[in-house]
């Protein structure tokens, strides 16, 4: 290596960060040395790593709602040396040292992404006082969702199942618990989340749009600790303590909602249930300064049930076991074994009948981190996922059901990948990210396979007009060890940043990424029991490129962040459904699917303060997302006859502004407010009637049926609303070890009537035809007590 | 999987809806073809009605007939031609007195309209009969509600495609369910009803069809248009039937032409 001569004279200065009060780990702290304007941040075990010649430094280690430390230090040797730092409270905050924390960001290639402090979400308003890491994100600019009541979200113009959700390294397939009103992060239990938008490292894969990547705490280990929160919808409490002092703990947090409490509490609901819980577990041993061992076990579940006419059951779990391995002070290490498992249960009791769904996987992999000087770090690594898809099972679920069983054929896949990622600073001015991610899909056996007249699943009805499921000719069947179909993505990722001066930066990325399995899903919002399918013979993975350019600027000694940026994003492949297709219970899926593509483009503003007595932020996001289906013949109709319509959760106007204001040291006030573009929505031109019994002398008894023009061409009302919280911290005596704090917060104070959804139809009693709006949250006053002890 | 609606979902949007006042433009106008031919068992089927009429704008409450230049099916070498009624309560329907229904028959449909010529073919479905009835209580949300079970079977090693219709005098508009055999193939099984508004001395009258495959996937995409499921609906999308304009393929009609046997059984509420 070109820096082989200078060898003898670099020493490797490397350690972990952690919170002095509970040695707990930080992630992305940033260590700098402002003599020489370098720096490095903790890894994701709150690892750090900097090789620099022989000498003697300032080192300022700094992170958000931390006392920056400064020490001193003299190189002349490698050495490991450990910081602690110390939680800022509020009165410090004020003469807190300019810390050079964002000019050293700017000098790194890495945009397009947000780090959120788990403080900052808590701080801000919500839906009844629930805490969710989910809705706060959708106020970064370039994230949306397709409005309240939709799960998941969406990120620069990609679907919900285009992000990838990580907890802990594990693949959650699913966000929200009640249908998209909150998500299932216990926040308590969060230490560090982050949100790739573009220009993602190549160690991520499998989804083209977004990368959420979350880390649950590990525990305090210095002392037993009880947090939690009572709110109107849930409560929640978490456990966290040493299991030997300093050298390891556990976690356990748990949440659940309490309606069903009162819907046990009245004799005639007494035999409805409704609620969601999650339980976050985590246990971590530091066997000894090169090798720690991680636990951790993610469960949550959303139940409904109706008496004797339906039981719903549907959740996320996870369980992963990692292990940190320094092979040198300079090389660090991960390996994982992660297993994930979404499942979906419907019990229709009224016909007698059982319905299983689900996704799970085994991920196994092994990373690493060199750093290989100050100016040069190499991450690289391996990885395999073992998929077992169930697409539903049907069972009779008593005697005398109607009901046949029939389980649709399981499907298998192995997803193996290899990376390697380089960052360099070249100059004072100038440092680039580049990568490559080689992925691959391997469909195994194991089920019978159709094959079509003509191979095509799908055939388009000339005369009528309509796309058919496609003839079968016949099924052939796989072993389970054969390879059906195999496809292979090569995956360059690769981003610069040049610096003209210390305050500003102009910063570029370009990143493809292959996602090789699909949520299938027709509805407007993403259901519940919407199944994943993988990629095979007739569906292939989809394949996103994306260019973005930014500029960033820190305005007044880093008091205000300017960035800027701008995206172009298409994506190949991308599924759309033929009218009138059964999703549910679909063993022949490729006889559904339209493939079609998308593209976004975009620009995004935000303008932050991070510091003083008021912060917060102001983003704004103009941008456009289309998708076409052509069909896959000439004078095929497609959809929306081959035009390009909008998606549906094409927002073209998106703008959030919330901030803080810290009052005194018992009060401080938070505001959001949101404004968006309507959800992008087909309307009716016309009507129809239709007399099945003939009866026409009866105008009841006619159907009267909406005609639907093109694709999306019209437009919700648009979506806005505003909401407060004031938080009290009644706390007289510091020293006192219960520490509470009430948080009342009333969101949508306007009372906006936002449309969910509207939808046209015959009016129940009268026959009239009509729009009807469906809005979900009017104004909503909430409080939530928390505590730690 | 007919029942497979998401009752959840409507259970939880239904107190948050409410009507607004929202414009729409019109498309422009085209041919309805209502040729919905219903034979009832026990009954020779001669007499059958076909309704044309205009599109109109999704507010308007009423159709607009039009005056069609001839309409008949035909099956081989029969020809039932369909005469406009001029006065009567089938005024400005099209009709017939001598039709020939047979299952498992195709016929033609051919309407000529404004010097264009529309047809569609299809095939004259049967359908297994309706056993009985049953009637118990079911608890909905603490409320006891009646629920009647019509009983049928089906037949076995063949693929059955039904629609209901449910009718009573505790509702005003009828009740629609489509559903195939795939996951009922050959067992017992009933359609059923429960309402919270069916009371002692009402009668809800069940008329239970045999359709075509396509004529299924017609309707169950049709209710999907007519019964939007607020957030969680499927995409609106356009409802196109089997009948071809064989002069300007361009200008589609609407409707459907389609031929079923008919079984019906009334139950009074005990």
New interface residues.
């Given amino acids: 290596m070109c820096n082989f001569s200078f060898a003898q004279n670099n020493y490797t200065l490397s350690g972990t960060v952690f919170e002095k009060e509970s040695n707990e780990t930080l992630i992305g702290v940033n260590i700098i040395l402002p003599e020489i304007q370098k720096g490095t941040t903790t890894n994701n075990y709150g690892f750090y790593s900097i090789t620099l010649p022989k000498g003697r430094y300032t080192l300022e280690i700094s992170f958000l709602g931390y006392k920056t430390l400064r020490k001193e230090i003299v190189l002349d040797q490698n050495k490991k040396t450990n910081f602690a730092l110390d939680i800022a409270s509020e009165e410090i905050e004020e003469v807190i040292v300019r810390s050079n924390r964002n000019r050293i960001l700017l000098k790194k290639p890495e945009m397009s992404v947000h780090k959120v402090g788990v403080k900052t979400i808590k701080e801000m308003p919500v839906v009844l006082g629930e805490v969710d890491i989910i809705k706060s994100i959708q106020l970064l600019p370039g994230i949306t969702s397709?409005?309240e009541?939709?799960s998941g979200f969406n990120v620069r113009g990609g679907a919900e199942d285009q992000n990838l959700i990580l907890l802990d390294e594990a693949t959650l397939y699913s966000s929200s618990h009640f249908?998209g009103f909150f998500s299932i992060f216990n926040a308590d239990a969060i230490k560090n989340i982050k949100l790739y938008k573009g220009g993602i490292p190549a160690k991520y894969g499998g989804r083209v749009s977004s990368v959420l990547d979350i880390y649950q705490k590990d525990g305090n280990k210095k002392s037993i600790h009880l947090t939690g929160g009572i709110g109107l919808i849930s409560s929640r409490l978490m456990v966290e303590g040493p299991v030997q002092k300093n050298k390891s703990s556990f976690l356990v947090a748990g949440r659940t909602s309490y309606v069903n409490m009162f819907l046990k509490a009245?004799?005639?609901?007494k035999?409805?249930g409704l609620s969601f819980y999650d339980l976050n577990t985590k246990l971590n041993f530091n066997i000894n300064d090169n090798n720690k061992l991680y636990f951790s076990g993610y469960f949550g579940r959303d139940s409904?049930s109706?008496?004797?006419?339906?039981k719903?059951s549907y959740g996320n779990s996870t369980f992963n076991l990692r292990w940190n391995h320094l092979y040198s002070d300079q090389l660090f290490s991960n390996l994982s074994v992660i297993y994930s498992n979404y499942n979906y249960f419907l019990n229709?009791d009224?016909?007698g009948?059982d319905w299983d769904s689900g996704i799970k996987n085994l991920h196994l992999k092994y990373d690493f981190k060199q750093y290989h000087s100050e100016d040069h770090t190499l991450r690289y690594g391996i990885g395999g996922i073992y998929y077992h898809f169930n697409p539903g099972e049907?069972s009779p679920s008593k005697e005398n059901s109607?009901?046949?069983l029939?389980k649709l054929e399981q499907k298998y896949a192995v997803e193996p990948s290899v990376y390697v990622e380089a960052e360099r600073t070249l100059n004072d001015r100038l440092s680039i990210n580049y990568g490559l991610r080689i992925s691959s899909f391997l469909r195994m056996g194991g089920q019978h396979f159709y094959n079509y007249t003509n191979n095509q699943p799908v055939v388009f009805n000339r005369?009528?007009?309509?796309y058919?499921a496609g003839i079968v000719l016949d099924s052939t069947y796989h072993s389970k060890n054969k390879v059906v179909k195999d496809f292979y993505g090569v995956e360059p990722r690769f981003a610069i940043s040049y610096q003209p001066d210390e305050d500003r930066a102009f910063k570029a990325n370009y990143h493809r990424m292959y996602q090789y399995i699909h949520l299938i899903s027709?509805?407007?919002?993403a259901?519940p029991l919407d199944v994943w399918a993988p990629s095979g013979h007739f569906i292939k993975p989809q394949i996103a490129d994306q260019y973005a350019f930014g500029y960033f600027k820190n305005i007044q000694e880093e008091k205000y962040r300017l960035e800027l940026e701008t995206y172009y994003k298409t994506i190949q492949n991308r599924l759309d459904?033929r009218?009138?297709a059964?999703l549910?219970?679909q063993k022949q899926i490729e006889t559904i699917l339209l493939p079609g593509r998308s593209r976004s483009y975009g620009l995004e503003i935000s303008l932050k303060k991070n510091e003083g007595e008021l912060k917060g932020w102001i983003s704004y996001t103009l941008s456009k997302t289309a998708q076409q289906v052509k069909g896959n013949t000439a004078g095929e109709t497609g959809i929306n006859n081959g035009v390009w319509y909008d998606a549906?959760y094409d927002k073209t106007h998106d703008l959030s502004i919330t901030g803080s204001y810290q009052l005194s040291k018992k009060w401080q006030f938070g505001a959001n407010f949101v404004y968006q573009t309507g959800r992008a929505?087909?309307?009716?031109?016309?009507?129809?009637?239709?007399?099945?019994?003939?009866n026409?002398?009866e105008?009841?008894?006619?159907?009267?049926?909406?005609?639907?023009?093109n694709?999306n061409e019209f437009r919700l009302p648009a979506y806005h609303h505003l909401d407060i919280s004031a938080t009290y911290k009644p706390n007289k005596n510091l020293k006192r070890k219960w520490k509470g704090e009430w948080v009342f917060s009333i969101y949508n104070l306007y009372n906006r009537?936002n449309?969910?959804?509207?939808?046209?139809?015959?009016n129940?009693?009268?026959?009239?035809?009509?729009?009807?709006?469906?809005?979900?949250f009017g104004i909503i006053p909430s409080f939530t007590y928390n505590f730690k002890f | 999987m007919r029942y497979f609606v998401f009752l959840i979902v409507i259970l939880l949007f239904s107190s948050c809806e409410d009507v607004i006042d929202l414009p729409l433009t019109e498309g422009s106008k085209r041919l309805v073809i209502d040729a919905n031919i219903n034979w009832e068992k026990e009954t020779d089927g001669n007499e059958q009605i076909i309704r044309l009429s205009e599109t109109r704008g999704f507010y308007e409450e009423t159709s607009v007939l039009v005056d069609a230049d001839s309409v008949y099916i035909s099956s081989g070498s029969d020809k039932f031609i369909f005469a406009k009624q001029t006065s009567g309560k089938h005024e400005g329907l099209y009709k017939t007195n001598s039709f020939i229904p047979e299952i498992e028959r195709e016929y033609t449909l051919v309407v000529k309209y404004k010097g264009e010529t529309y047809t569609a073919t299809e095939i004259l479905k049967g359908i297994t009969n309706i056993k009985d009835t049953e009637q118990s209580v079911q608890n909905v949300f603490g409320k006891n509600s009646i629920r009647v079970d019509f009983n049928y079977t089906d037949p076995g090693q063949e693929e059955n495609y039904y629609l209901s219709e449910m009718n009573s005098n505790a509702f005003l508009l009828n009740q629609y369910w489509v559903w195939r055999d795939e996951f009922i193939d050959g067992n017992d099984d009933s359609v059923f009803i429960i309402n919270e508004d069916l009371k002692v001395g009402d009668a809800v009258t069940l008329s239970f069809y045999g359709i075509s495959k396509e004529y299924h996937d017609y309707m169950k995409l049709l209710f999907e248009q007519v019964t939007p499921n607020g957030p969680f609906a499927t995409t609106p999308s356009a409802v196109k039937g089997n009948c071809i304009n064989e002069t300007n393929p361009k200008n589609k009609p609407l409707g459907y032409f389609r031929l079923c046997q008919i079984d019906k059984e009334t139950h009074i509420i005990k």
């Fill in positions: 397709a409005g009541g939709a249908f009245s004799p005639k609901t035999d409805n409904f109706l008496v004797n006419l339906f719903n229709l009224f016909i009948m049907i109607a009901v046949n029939a005369d009528l007009e309509i058919e027709n509805t407007v919002s259901a459904y009218n009138g059964d549910i219970a549906p929505v087909t309307y009716p031109n016309g009507r129809f009637t239709t007399n099945i019994s003939g026409y002398e105008p009841t008894n006619n159907i009267t049926v909406p005609i639907y023009g694709r009537k449309a969910a959804a509207v939808n046209f139809r015959q129940q009693d009268t026959g009239i035809n009509e729009a009807i709006r469906t809005s979900i």
